[in-house]
C-alpha cells in the first residue's frame, strides 16, 4: 500500500534478488563489490534491488543466436586438405 503512495515498488534484498536470478547472495555481493552487476540501491547500509533493474540486467544480457549458414561453418575450417580427403601418410 505504501508503495502505491509513493510510486515505488517493493525493493528486494539478496537473497529475494539472487532467488529471482538463479544465483547465490553471495554471488551478488561479489558483483557489487566489483562494481558489477544489476544496479541496486543502498538503504543504509543494506543493499536492495527493484525488479525493473533486475529484469534491465537480464534484458541487457540476452543473446539472440545467430543461424549457422554455409559460409560461416566453412570460413571455421582448417586450411590445407578438402573436406573428407585423408592425408598420406610417411613412408
Same mark, same amino acid.
Given at each position: 500500500?505504501? &508503495?502505491?503512495?509513493? +510510486? /515505488? &515498488?517493493? /525493493? /528486494?534484498?539478496?537473497? &529475494?534478488?539472487?532467488?529471482?536470478?538463479?544465483?547465490?547472495?553471495?554471488?551478488?555481493? #561479489?558483483? %557489487?563489490? %566489483? +562494481?558489477? =552487476?544489476?544496479?541496486?540501491?543502498?538503504? +543504509?547500509? /543494506?543493499?536492495?534491488?527493484? %525488479?525493473?533493474?533486475?529484469?534491465?540486467?537480464?534484458? &541487457?544480457?540476452?543473446? #539472440?543466436?545467430?543461424?549457422?549458414?554455409? !559460409?560461416?561453418? !566453412? !570460413?571455421?575450417?582448417?586450411? =590445407?586438405?578438402?573436406? =573428407?580427403? $585423408? =592425408?598420406? +601418410?610417411? $613412408?
Amino acid at each position: 500500500m505504501v &508503495e502505491n503512495l509513493i +510510486g /515505488l &515498488e517493493a /525493493l /528486494l534484498d539478496d537473497v &529475494e534478488a539472487a532467488e529471482i536470478l538463479k544465483l547465490k547472495p553471495t554471488t551478488l555481493q #561479489q558483483w %557489487r563489490s %566489483r +562494481g558489477t =552487476g544489476p544496479e541496486f540501491v543502498m538503504i +543504509g547500509d /543494506l543493499p536492495r534491488y527493484s %525488479r525493473a533493474a533486475l529484469e534491465a540486467y537480464i534484458k &541487457e544480457r540476452t543473446v #539472440q543466436p545467430k543461424p549457422k549458414t554455409e !559460409a560461416t561453418t !566453412a !570460413a571455421k575450417r582448417k586450411p =590445407g586438405r578438402p573436406r =573428407g580427403q $585423408k =592425408g598420406k +601418410g610417411k $613412408k
